[in-house]
């Protein structure tokens, strides 16, 4: 890649820069479609007459239509942003991004989108396709893989399609979730990824969280016992990293727990550890399924986490060193760097 880059910018030097504009134009008419000319021009930071120029030729060759209401992507223009991104990916700046985060992380490799998934629905679906796509590059014959709870989760299973080289595998909950939503509850996750990618799926049917003589009496069933000894075999972990306070309340935790997380300084919270900025725990629910400490089984674990709001948790869960993927987008990381 690197030696066809270096040909192409001696032979056409204008060439890289072109196709960046006209990428950049195209991905941010896909995120805010319909989006008149004047927006648009003032958001990417283009002069109008530059956009003007760049959107005749792109809806002319049929990657754009220009309507009363503004312009949206072809069929064309959306294929042409799927099989440009990786390439674009490969020399824009998240290249450097990247290697810094997997510096001050620690980890074996971070994957970053553009955007910002705090403020556009679209940069979310971006983080699933780019685990998906990740996944895919790994994912072998006859694997199990443990699947958390959660909206950005959510995007990843629909995301989710079948590979050639990858049968039989088989998706499980990570951790039990009945009592959230059903669309973002693992089990319906595990289920739905399983499905698209034609693969096999268990289901781990307890609430979360927990009392702790409930937790004792149910490890002990053995169709729990039996689950749970194939999610703690997972060679795959997927999962996400949550706010302590906003998952707290999502889990209707009591005034007491969240007094202690808001005193303890509670930053992040995943497989139902709350973490303060050191990657202490602060808080731990009763839960079954995964513990902290019982990911390092896994060869891969892989935290989908997005948006200027996360970065505090993010970095507030890898202190902790249990997972070695970070797929993450620009907002997130760039807020990252600042710590």
Do not use: W
Request: aromatic share 6%.
């Amino acid at each position: 890649m690197k030696e066809l880059l270096d040909i192409q910018e001696k032979l056409f030097p204008d060439l890289l820069d072109v196709m960046q504009k006209r990428y950049k134009i195209l991905h941010y008419i896909q995120m805010m479609q319909p989006i008149g000319r004047r927006s648009l021009a003032d958001n990417i930071k283009l002069k109008e007459r530059v956009v003007r120029s760049e959107i005749d030729f792109l809806s002319k060759n049929g990657f754009i239509m220009v309507t009363a209401k503004g312009m949206q992507l072809t069929t064309d223009g959306e294929q042409i942003i799927e099989r440009l991104s990786a390439f674009m990916n490969e020399i824009s700046e998240f290249r450097v991004l990247e290697s810094q985060i997997k510096d001050k992380l620690q980890l074996e490799r971070v994957i970053i989108i553009s955007g910002n998934s705090d403020e556009h629905l679209s940069v979310k679906k971006d983080l699933g396709k780019a685990c998906i796509q990740y996944l895919t590059s790994i994912l072998i014959s006859n694997q199990t893989i443990a699947v958390t709870g959660g909206t950005t989760m959510a995007e990843v299973a629909s995301q989710m399609k079948p590979s050639e080289h990858a049968v039989n595998c088989t998706f499980v909950p990570a951790r039990g979730g009945l009592g959230e939503q059903v669309e973002n509850q693992a089990n319906t996750i595990c289920a739905q990824m399983a499905k698209r990618a034609n693969g096999n799926y268990r289901m781990l049917y307890v609430p979360d969280p927990l009392s702790e003589d409930t937790y004792d009496t149910i490890i002990e069933e053995p169709a729990i016992k039996d689950i749970l000894d194939i999610i703690h075999d997972a060679n795959i972990v997927l999962h996400s990293i949550g706010d302590a306070v906003t998952m707290a309340k999502r889990r209707k935790a009591s005034d007491a727990v969240l007094g202690k997380l808001i005193n303890g300084n509670a930053v992040s919270e995943a497989f139902g550890y709350y973490l303060d900025e050191q990657g202490n725990v602060v808080h731990k629910v009763k839960t079954v399924g995964l513990q902290l400490e019982e990911l390092e089984r896994a060869r891969y674990i892989i935290a989908v986490a997005g948006g200027t709001s996360k970065a505090k948790a993010i970095q507030s869960y890898f202190r902790q060193g249990k997972s070695n993927v970070l797929i993450t987008d620009e907002a997130a990381a760039k807020e990252l760097l600042k710590g």
